[in-house]
């Protein structure tokens, strides 16, 4: 059942009661808890933290014990709903909880319509809440997207600020692996919004059907559009939407409104979106896609260029998830040697960021305890040092056996220099470094052998 995963404590000194509500939501799925008084609440506490809770106010000779309850419950864990329970003589009181933190009220005897919805509204604001927590204390630190120097890396920041000021819906263009969801988070966090649910949406589904229910919801549910709230939905893949929920969505997106079964729900969510803009043609191009929903997504746009294009990150990045291993890995911090350095920074990177992320964990897990802090070429995967081998094949002696000394040396220092530059994205200084040369001398040594250097555009 969809809700045999919620906990749901009842807090009650009236055994009837106690029973009654439990075995309501017992019966849609709830794991139901019960307790009669303060001690056996925060022992069920202790053991496995509700979802919501039930909380009557009069509980044996105090009136407002309740209000107690409710206030160390609330210092212990602020992101569990709390439902008070109150009979005729307690409404004013049972106010006064709301105002203290309480999720809302139901009056005795019970109507179980309202019992039931008023617990799914509380279990799905708990999750909201604790799904917007996980990703607050996982990414508020991750400034990912922004590592390095590259034209794209030092100005993204001032670009999400930007964007995350304004109300427009956002087209995120990112090749695989490219961080679109932390920079959509960042957009939502940083905007007027980030009080409000950030709710994360892969568009890939293999059941349509299914699919719609989720996004939209249905008559006893809700989907995750009507969760977004006045806050952010984030859609991954947004290429992959179901053709059949593509005009659903539009005529959303005009009217800010949308019907599940009998129920209009009505919603301010700032909608966000991402996919590769060469896949994203390619579907509108074959009409599995409406190319009016695209225009109406793609109001404002993040370009994030693939790593390969700004190779000057890799590096930066490679450290970054280095420094933070014990928090992303649980592993120790080490270092990798120049010539692992080497075979890194060579690499096409066409899983971007992600792959990185992945080859650095892997990578300490293979390291040998004897190696130290150290991590050399050995602990990395096959594909990539072969791929640096093949990029370094023009140098193999075969091709100059047949050549003068002099011309064979010339033909060398140019497809090696040609290839040193590429792998440090045309920065003349970083390759100096490297090879071991003042950098007038290179300068003077690749016009000499008539090397072009593409200059790197400084972000404005």
């Known amino acids: ?28 799925g709830y794991a139901a808890r019960v ?16 979802d919501v809770v039930f909380l009557d106010l009069w509980i044996g000779e105090e009136e407002s014990a309740g209000i107690k309850i409710l206030e160390k419950i609330k210092r ?33 005897p019970f109507v179980i319509d309202r019992l039931l919805i008023t617990c799914q509204r509380a ?7 604790r799904e917007n927590m996980y990703l607050k204390n996982s990414r508020l630190d991750s400034e990912i997207f922004s590592v390095g120097t590259s034209q794209f890396a030092t100005s993204i920041k001032s670009i999400v600020e930007k964007i995350a000021t304004s109300n427009s819906r956002v087209f995120i263009d990112s090749p695989v692996g490219t961080e679109a969801d932390v920079i959509a988070y960042n957009i939502h966090r940083k905007s007027s919004r980030s009080e409000h649910p950030f709710v994360y949406v892969n568009c890939i589904s293999e059941n349509s059907e299914v699919f719609e229910n989720e996004f939209f919801g249905t008559d006893k549910t809700y989907g995750k559009l009507e969760k977004s709230g006045d806050g952010t939905l984030f859609l991954e893949e947004i290429d992959k939407l179901p053709k059949d929920l593509q005009r659903r969505f539009l005529s959303f997106l005009k009217d800010g409104k949308y019907t ?25 191009d074959n009409g599995s896609f409406s190319s009016e ?33 014990e928090r992303f890995f649980g592993l120790p911090q080490k270092r990798f040697t120049e010539n692992a350095f080497a075979v890194l920074q060579s690499y096409d990177w066409p899983g971007n960021v992600h792959q990185v992320k992945n080859i650095v964990e892997s990578s300490l897990i293979n390291a040998s305890d004897s190696a130290g802090v150290y991590l050399d070429e050995n602990v990395l995967p096959p594909e ?14 075969a091709k100059f056996i047949t050549l003068p000394l002099k011309e064979a040396k010339e033909h060398f220092e140019t497809d090696y220099l040609r290839a040193q530059v590429e792998r440090f994205s045309g920065n003349i200084s970083q390759t100096a470094t490297f090879i071991g040369m003042e950098r007038s001398a290179l300068h003077r040594k690749m016009k000499a052998l008539n090397l072009q250097c593409k200059k790197k555009i400084k972000p404005k």
Not at 41 to 46: C, L, Q, R, T, V
Not at 262 to 280: A, F, G, K, Q
Not at 384 to 397: I, M
């Open 76 to 108: 212990l864990n602020d992101e569990v709903p709390v439902v008070i329970i109150s009979g005729h003589g307690t409404i004013d009181v049972a106010v006064q909880a709301i105002q203290n933190g309480a999720f809302d009220f139901i009056e005795k």
């Open 260 to 284: 599940c079964g009998n129920r209009t729900v009505y919603l301010d969510t700032r909608v966000i979106c991402s996919s590769n803009s060469e896949n994203m043609q390619k579907v509108i």
């Open 35 to 50: 307790a009669s008084n303060e001690h056996e609440a925060f022992a069920h506490f202790k053991k496995c933290m509700p």
């Open 293 to 325: 929903l695209f225009y109406r997504l793609k109001i404002s746009e993040v370009i994030i260029p693939p790593l390969k294009n700004r190779r000057e990150d890799i590096i930066p990045i490679i450290n970054y998830y280095l420094s933070k291993s």
């Open 384 to 397: 990539l040092t072969s791929s640096t081998k093949e990029k370094f094949d023009s140098l193999n002696a």
């Open 123 to 129: 279990v799905e604001t708990c999750r909201l809440k």
């Open 1 to 28: 059942m969809a809700n045999e995963n919620s906990n749901v404590l009842i807090v009650d000194d009236d055994p009837e009661v106690r029973k009654l509500v439990a075995d309501v939501l017992a019966d849609e």
